[in-house]
């Protein structure tokens, strides 16, 4: 049963709908230790990763909310979640595999074959397990590995285990833990030494099933003097009902080489998207996040840079837009751990239709750490008097000749900008798009051509009736 | 007598001060028409107030395009039925690319989707006449400009939009003499039996460069004088003070 404001929500987001899928696995909901047990059995797991798994849910169990964190403490009931659902037997290499009312779902979304051409690797994943996985036959002679995070774990057992868990253990927050618990799906990548792949590596997400939590798992290795762009989609279908989608994302950059993540954040706003994103820079390394977040109940989510080696680079580009129903609390975190690092985190807001956006950002500068750079702007657009945005930087800056800067705006569409617009025989609502995708410009201009058209796309759904 | 731009007994207030207090003024199609008066006289208030800025609220009076009332229009109806406003002060938008509004506004105008190509022709062949280069248009909407590149970009969007009445709110303010020759010969291209200009100015140096048909003059919300160039003259010799008292007198 949907209500009036489901149906309205629904015409804004075309993502919404839900498709009646075989389910060929599913499992009751609640969090029992039987539940890891079961996905243990079904992936065929060494004993390590079953009692990793079995710590992970206890971890949880005991663990607390941050106290910094707001809200969320009463929201979620855990007991009402399922942590198992996979309407796919297995990930299929070709698309024809796939089984076909999950190609629809992907064709419904605009996710189809042709856009592999611009792609080096494609993987769709559907609530618990990845339907589809697949990498460019040139990229997988160079060595490049890019599979599901469970065939990661079957293929290069040794790999996995050595960089698993390392930059986000279980003990980091409660929902790392609970992703450890319960990860199903994620990508598995590894790029050799000095291979530069150039493509994009993409995969989506979606969300079907009700009441559902999905925890896909990722890990990219990017080895010595290499490169690696990953990029990443959601959504999921409007229900009366909340989703729970907890991420981990381990990166590890190593010397000199450089790794982009690319994340266009996009799920109804029945979900809670409560994700761990971090990468580890060696030497020279560079890190480059640019993370989209346009979706979502509530997001928490701080993309972060360990500095581990001398000379990193690490860049966040964040751009939230939070719409009516929406919290995107996201932002990002840096922590100089060795000299000569510098880092850049950019971020940008919109809040409208009593949405709230949050910056949240950690730099940190240990004592080890001499002479490290860090520029921090933040900017905020608010578009009426009903929304609200905050800004919460923390620094902590210990190492020796740290120069920090710290940016901060506040802006609203200004009378004067929509007059002027205006004048030249634009529409209100046409003006008010304009000036907000002139606000996030210097963000979209980073993304590729799609999604730089995607979030345009999206941008201007939210921007529809937003102004009286 | 239709195809005017007409303005009858305007009465305009400002958070409920009266600042224009009964402007008449009839500029017909294929005219200049210049509106000058010393500082505070309410010139700026009745640019703004003829395209329709939400802070000036007309009490009295009408403005007529064409024989039509324009009050009840929206600022962007106005300006797609052909009103032109060459800001003052052009405001900065960030991020939004000159090419980018252009063609937006350009479609507003016509009312349709313009051909890309078609439209390209056009902006190059006006650029030109500005003497702008090709990256002009690639920069964010005023942004970093300075003053003189902010009023010839205003006058590039008058050269694209061909308006039917546009009002040049004292667009030769800040303008060194090589930029007011450029403004000068933008404005002077445009000039012809389809356009009625209205020129709002301090100074008379402008008119030196855009022969005006008629000048009048505003001081403290009425048109106290009107004439021919010759008046404008008169002024630049005299300054405003005779005029002044002569209408005290």
């Known amino acids: 049963m949907s209500t009036p404001v489901t149906e309205l929500l629904r015409s804004h987001y075309k993502e919404g709908f839900h498709d009646d899928l075989p389910i060929v696995r599913a499992v009751p909901k609640g969090l029992k230790h039987e539940v890891v047990d079961y996905i243990s059995d079904v992936k065929g797991e060494p004993d390590w990763m079953r009692e990793f798994r079995h710590r992970s849910l206890d971890l949880f169990l005991k663990q607390g909310l941050p106290d910094w ?11 009402e979640i399922t942590y198992y659902v996979s309407p796919v037997e297995k990930p299929q290499r070709r698309w024809e595999d796939v089984p076909e009312e999950i190609r629809r779902t992907y064709d419904k979304l605009g996710i189809a074959k042709e856009e592999q ?8 994943q559907i609530d618990s397990e990845m339907a589809y996985h697949n990498i460019q036959e040139s990229l997988a002679k160079r060595g490049v590995v890019f ?16 960089y698993f868990s390392k930059a986000i253990p279980p003990e980091d927050n409660k929902f790392a833990a609970l992703n450890s618990a ?7 990548v590894y790029i050799p030494k000095g291979v530069k792949c150039d493509i994009p590596l993409s995969v989506y997400f979606r969300i ?37 989608h907890a991420a981990v994302v381990e990166i590890f950059v190593k010397n000199r080489a450089r790794c982009r993540y690319t994340t266009i954040q996009n799920w109804s706003t029945d979900v809670y998207n409560l994700v761990t994103k971090r990468a580890m820079l060696y030497e020279r390394a560079v890190m480059e996040w640019v993370d989209g977040n346009l979706g979502s109940k509530r997001t928490v989510k701080y993309p972060s840079c360990y500095f581990l080696g001398e000379g990193g680079h690490g860049e966040v580009l964040s751009l939230a837009s939070a719409d009516r129903g929406m919290w995107q609390d996201a932002g990002a975190k840096m922590v100089f751990m060795a000299p000569n690092c510098t880092g850049r985190i950019n971020s940008k807001s919109i809040s409208g239709r009593t949405g709230r956006a949050s910056y949240r950002g950690l730099v940190q500068v240990r004592p080890e750490a001499t002479n490290c750079r860090v520029q921090v702007n933040c900017d905020a657009l608010i578009l009426d ?44 609502e046409d003006a008010v798009s304009m000036i907000v995708n002139g606000f996030i410009e210097p963000i979209v201009k980073e993304l590729p051509m799609e999604f730089a058209v995607e979030i345009n796309r999206l941008i201007n759904l939210q921007m529809e009736g937003s102004v009286g | 007598m239709t195809d005017t731009f007409e303005i009858r007994d305007l009465h305009v207030s400002v958070e409920d001060k009266p600042i224009l207090k009964g402007v008449n003024l009839v500029v017909p199609k294929g005219q200049v028409h210049a509106l000058m008066g010393p500082n505070g006289s309410g010139k700026s208030t009745l640019a703004n107030t003829i395209l329709g800025h939400p802070k000036y609220t007309v009490t009295r009076g009408d403005i007529r395009m064409k024989g039509e009332s324009i009050l009840e229009w929206d600022t962007d ?27 937006m506004a350009c479609n507003a105008r016509a009312g349709r989707e313009l051909d890309v190509m078609e439209f390209y022709e056009k902006l190059e062949e006006k650029m030109k006449k500005l003497d702008m280069d090709e990256r002009w248009v690639k920069r964010y909407l005023n942004e970093g ?93 005299h300054g405003y003070d005779w005029i002044t008292k002569e209408v005290v007198a």
């Open chain 1, 208 to 244: 079907n099933a009700e009441q559902f939590g999905q925890f896909e798992r990722t890990l990219i290795i990017v080895d010595e003097d290499a490169f690696c762009h990953y990029v990443e989609g959601c959504s999921a279908p409007i229900y009366t009902t909340n989703s729970l």
């Open chain 1, 385 to 428: 008097e009903q929304s609200r945005s905050d800004t919460y930087p923390v620094m902590e800056i210990k190492g020796d000749l740290a120069t920090v800067e710290h940016e901060a705006s506040v802006s609203n569409v200004s009378e004067e900008q929509l007059f002027y617009l205006m004048s030249r025989g634009i529409k209100k």
């Open chain 1, 117 to 124: 051409k611009l792609l080096g690797g494609l993987g769709a």
């Open chain 1, 182 to 188: 319960f990860w199903s799906g994620g990508s598995f």
């Open chain 1, 69 to 79: 964190l707001p809200g969320l403490r009463d929201e979620i009931d855990y007991n």
């Open chain 2, 77 to 103: 109806e106005r300006a797609r039925r052909g009103l032109f406003l060459a800001f003052q002060y052009p405001c900065e938008v960030p991020g939004v690319r000159v090419s980018n509004f252009l063609r």
């Open chain 1, 147 to 162: 599979l599901s995070c469970d065939e990661g774990l079957k293929q290069y057992p040794d790999l996995f285990r050595e």
């Open chain 2, 145 to 237: 400009f300075s003053g003189g590149e902010k009023k010839r970009n205003e006058i590039l969007q008058m050269l694209m939009l061909e308006p039917e009445f546009a009002v040049m709110d004292e667009t030769d303010s800040g303008l060194d003499i090589d930029a007011l020759k450029i403004v000068a010969h933008g404005v002077n291209e445009l000039r012809g039996p389809n356009i009625g200009i209205l020129i709002i100015t301090h100074y008379e140096r402008i008119l030196r460069y855009i022969q005006p048909d008629a000048v009048h003059i505003l001081v403290d919300g009425r048109i106290v004088k009107s004439g021919d160039a010759d008046l404008a003259t008169h002024l630049e010799q």
